[in-house]
């Protein structure tokens, strides 16, 4: 271990961290060892990656000073923010902006940062067709991350900027699998109409950060963007309903619908479905499937995915 290049990834027992870190881990030749970032070393999850062979250190993105500690003697790092904790852009801004001045103080040789597309580039915010939300954003935990990206680039960080995809994975954690309508019949729902949106495992981001690591210096200063597959939310219901042997239709609401539901975050998610539906092709051009599957060769469709983790979708 002592002769292989560190990667720090931030988020470690999460989604995209913990996915790059398992990739790491799994990999016995690989010539990367991982430094698990985390706020709670003791957690179950931190348990068990230190079980797998990583070394497991902890550190806050709100404490610039603990990051610097963390990421100090590391090649590489993996950089994500956690805006679903705290619902705030500023904190996300914050965060991000703590990271980008931690792996610049530590010297790290490539970094790269999990960010979005600035909204307002494309739908401005005196543009009526889409709500502005707290005040100066159309899609806050798009728009928080993406003010970030100037931050890495002034401070000369070596960052690949990663554009990453609707997780699988919110179809069992984050409420967006499929439900019972007062028909009684499942349905997902989601205000896409016919259009198709770029989505993939969250394990499959975290073999894509991989292959961008084992790229060095090829994918510094580059935006990559990643998917598993281009689906519509028809082409999602049909496959849910092959995998789970039951028939699952395709509830395509109006944005106006969607951000009325109430949830936490309901109007920002509302907006982000929005865009994903109304700049289709600047968003999925953006997101290649072949060159996720340059990156990460074990890519996996929705099919294959839906397969291995159909008991662990909740059918409310």
């Known amino acids: 271990m002592a002769d292989k290049k560190i990667i720090a990834v931030v988020g470690a027992t999460g989604a995209q961290g913990g996915g790059l870190a398992r990739a790491i881990l799994n990999d016995k030749n690989s010539q990367f060892a991982v430094r698990a970032i985390t706020r709670d ?52 801004t914050a965060n991000a902006t703590a990271l980008a001045q931690a792996v ?23 543009d009526k067709r889409m709500p502005t939300l707290m005040g100066k954003y159309k899609v806050p935990h798009f728009d928080a991350k993406a003010e970030v990206n100037h931050v890495f680039k002034d401070l000369g960080v070596p960052t690949t900027f990663l554009l990453t995809s609707f997780y699988w994975e919110n179809m069992i954690n984050f409420g967006a699998g499929p439900k019972k309508g007062p028909d009684g019949k499942l349905a997902i729902t989601f205000p896409l109409g016919e259009t198709k949106m770029p989505s993939m495992s969250a394990e ?3 073999k894509c950060a991989y292959g961008i690591f084992k790229g060095g210096k090829e994918y510094i200063g580059k935006t990559i963007g990643v998917a598993g597959e281009h689906l519509s939310g028809a082409q999602m219901a049909t496959t ?7 028939e699952v239709k395709y509830n395509a609401v109006t944005p106006d619908v969607y951000r009325s539901f109430g949830f936490p975050g309901a109007d920002d998610m509302g907006n982000m479905f929005q865009f994903k539906h109304d700049f289709e092709k600047e968003y ?9 599957k340059k990156l990460n060769p074990s890519l996996q469709t929705f099919e294959q995915w839906a397969k291995k983790n159909a008991s662990k979708i909740p059918l409310e």
């Open 204 to 206: 499959d981001i975290g």
């Open 41 to 92: 070393v003791n957690s179950p999850k931190a348990k068990e990656l230190a079980k797998l062979g990583a070394e497991v250190v902890a550190a806050d993105v709100n404490d610039v000073e603990s990051l610097k500690k963390a990421f100090k003697g590391a090649y590489g790092a993996y950089c994500v923010t956690f805006y679903w904790e705290h619902f705030s852009p500023e904190k996300e």
């Open 104 to 126: 610049k103080a530590a010297g790290v040789q490539h970094v790269i940062w999990s960010t979005f597309e600035d909204t307002r580039k494309f739908i401005p915010l005196d």
């Open 240 to 246: 849910l309903s092959k995998v789970l042997g039951k």
């Open 284 to 292: 999925t051009s953006a997101r290649p499937v072949e060159v996720s």
